[in-house]
């Protein structure tokens, strides 16, 4: 703990505030902003300094967390015994570390545990009244759950009745609700064939699944339950090893893991653990690692439980997915915003599921941080859904022909002059639209769906239209309707073809002011922010016109985000864009002809978080602005009402803590009904 002796309260603060942070990212909008490892790593850091300073730990801090509570509508009902988290180990050496704590509490000089595989799934809880399913419960927040029966019923792995002509009059059965590889893939395929989203893991999938409020769903989705312990029992005399009321459990009907196995001391854990990481790839389901838990029920009552766990388990995760491979050569991209990401090439490599090759570097101070050169051996990661990256140089494997890695001055697109501002870690082509590549990018941006929504204009056949000079500017989007004949010459475009594609450029003229606004790629303006600028200034003319001061009255928009917005309307061309556009057609309804009625939500705000199954998170925000709500991409003391959906993440524990009223989807559904907005 030397380590930690300079260690501050801010410090502990910031990285709390940073675990947040990475949770929210991961959790809510599904996009990670670090890998498992390093969240893992941050996690084990705070809970040191949390130990040696219990008075420093924070209301919001993630050690105190033990599940979020439920949020999508089923009812909650209180467990009779907690369904508490697990404690990690990360190495050989906290596992002889947790093997010597239990030696110490039990007396024994020897421990056998129960090795499990930790699926990647929903765990739940299952209560059987002498022999019959009656209820199923997901794990909420460990002390009360979701009562989702009407859905388990429908998994096959599931008994409905136990096979035993003498069953405990109570019995409450622990498991794990997974998607198998298989099945995942199918899924995904038949989502892909009706032109739906795809889940992007099994273990969304399954969760999604058992949140359905039609079983009907539920049921089509192949579904496993596996059961991984005893929760409780009445009436019955449960037999003292962990590993032999498993093997019961089987016998009564349930489906328990074959891999699972029974072992004497550490080093049996340790031996399990190297011989379930070799099998892991090719299992037909996720694990993300082991369960060790102690054998003998009476030495589990013994050590009992800490505050979040019990002392008797722990979880051993796999190590992120790393590969070693060679930088072929780095190439610099060019986005959207002008920002350039160098990108090596590497020796394709198979990790993480897939063949990799080609890893981000980030940024000029990562390259430097890492010293990596064209040659180099590196160590790529890529752990669940994170692009992947390279992450460490293997000096001792540098060859001799090691090249240095030149930073370009200049654009590789259109060789203007590459800018970086103070601050920023990411340097930026000067070129805007005269660089091609921002060129495509900010067209692509334009007609995407949550944008203009120009169906049929899709990546590849913009960059036709760029290539071929018939599009320079979005204005020459709805000039196309003048030049069929150069659309006719296009590869892949017959008459038909450029009929659906300019009605489609004639029908995107109707649009959304938030749409419109999100549609000329401001830096740093997404969905929220154009959102909460159109409902606050009304109209076009008053938001090309707003100060910076102006803008930052404005809940959601900082300093940054003004400085931006005003830049861009300070930009000639881009005033002239915006007035060609208008020129050509496009129109929206004002907050006005929008209502009907009364709007019964008018003065109240409201911010939406999480997965939702039954709308979009867009769809909701439409329907709450045309009902007179507010709608805020952040929790505040100002906020009327917020609406969580799965996996809601930090803004639920703000509005929590806020005392901010919550409304699930199944609330919010029936609020809709009734104001008559579906």
Not at 29 to 36: A, I, N, R, T, Y
Not at 638 to 658: P, R
């Amino acid at each position: 703990m030397s380590d930690h002796q300079a260690f501050t309260l801010e410090n502990l603060k910031a990285l709390t505030n940073q675990l947040n942070d990475y949770s929210y990212a991961y959790h809510v909008k599904d996009e990670p902003l670090v890998p498992d490892a390093e969240y893992d790593r941050c996690y084990r850091e705070l809970q040191k300094i949390e130990v040696k300073h219990p008075e420093w730990i924070q209301p919001d801090s993630p050690t105190q967390r033990v599940g979020e509570k439920p949020d999508n509508g089923f009812s909650s009902v209180l467990h009779t015994v907690p369904m508490l988290s697990l404690d990690n180990a990360f190495d050989n050496d906290s596992m002889v570390d947790f093997d010597e704590r239990i030696q110490k509490l039990s007396g024994k000089a020897s421990i056998t545990y129960c090795c499990e595989p930790k699926l990647d799934g929903l765990a739940i809880s299952l209560r059987y009244e002498d022999g019959h399913l009656v209820r199923g419960l997901t794990r909420g927040d460990g002390l009360t759950g979701e009562d989702i029966t009407s859905n388990i019923k429908t998994i096959y792995s599931v008994p409905l009745k136990l096979r035993t002509e003498t069953p405990p009059p109570v019995l409450e059965v622990r498991g794990e609700i997974y998607m198998p590889k298989a099945g995942f893939e199918k899924l995904n395929q038949i989502a892909a064939e009706k032109g739906e989203k795809a889940f992007v893991n099994p273990r969304n999938a399954a969760a999604g699944s058992l949140r359905q409020l039609d079983p009907k769903v539920t049921a089509a989705r192949p579904l496993v339950l596996c059961a991984y312990s005893i929760g409780y029992a009445e009436g019955w005399s449960q037999p003292d090893s962990h590993y032999d009321g498993l093997l019961q459990l089987s016998e009564w009907g349930f489906k328990v893991n074959d891999l699972m196995s029974r072992v004497e001391g550490v080093q049996g854990c340790l031996d399990y653990f190297a011989q379930l990481s070799e099998q892991r790839d090719g299992l037909s389901y996720d694990i993300d690692g082991i369960v060790y838990k102690v054998d003998s029920i009476a030495q589990q009552k013994q050590l009992g439980f800490v505050a979040r766990a019990p002392r008797w388990a722990i979880a051993r995760k796999f190590p992120a997915q790393e590969e070693v491979t060679q930088i072929l050569g780095v190439d610099f991209q060019v986005g959207r915003t002008g920002a350039i990401t160098p990108v090596a090439r590497l020796q394709p490599t198979f990790v993480g599921g897939v063949t990799v090759s080609n890893a981000t570097l980030h940024n000029q101070d990562e390259m430097d941080r890492l010293g990596v050169k064209v040659n180099d051996w590196v160590v790529i990661r890529r752990a669940g859904d994170v692009i992947p990256q390279v992450v460490q140089v293997i000096e001792e494997r540098r060859p001799d022909d090691a090249q240095e890695i030149q930073f370009p001055t200049q654009c590789p697109v259109c060789e203007s002059d590459i800018e970086r501002v103070e601050g920023e870690a990411v340097q930026r082509c000067t070129g805007g639209l005269v660089c091609g590549a921002q060129l495509k990018e900010r067209l692509k941006h334009f007609v995407s769906r949550k944008a203009m929504d120009i169906d049929g204009l899709g990546d590849k056949l913009i960059e036709q239209l760029v290539e071929a000079k018939l599009v320079a500017t979005p204005v020459d989007i709805y000039l196309l309707k003048d030049k069929p004949a150069r659309l006719l010459a296009m590869e892949r475009m017959g008459d038909k073809s450029v009929e659906k594609l300019l009605d489609a450029i004639e029908a995107s003229k109707q649009t959304l002011f938030n749409r419109f606004v999100y549609s000329l790629g401001i830096r740093e303006v997404g969905e929220a922010t154009a959102r909460t600028v159109t409902q606050y200034f009304g109209t076009l003319e008053k938001l090309m016109t707003a100060t910076e001061e102006d803008l930052i009255e404005v809940e959601d928009v900082g300093p940054i985000v003004a400085q931006h917005i005003r830049m861009f309307f300070d930009q000639e061309d881009n005033v002239a864009t915006v007035q060609g556009l208008l020129e050509q057609g496009i129109t929206w309804q004002s907050e006005d002809a929008d209502e009907v009625g009364e709007q019964p939500l008018e003065g109240k705000t409201y911010v939406v978080t999480g997965t939702l199954t039954r709308y979009s998170r867009d769809q909701v925000k439409d329907m709450l602005i045309k009902l007179g709500a507010k709608v805020s991409g952040s929790v505040s003391g100002k906020t009327d009402c917020l609406v969580a959906g799965e996996k809601a993440g930090s803004k639920l524990t703000k509005a929590q803590s806020l005392e901010v009223p919550v409304m699930d989807e199944e609330a919010l559904h029936e609020m809709l009904i009734t104001l008559g907005a579906v």
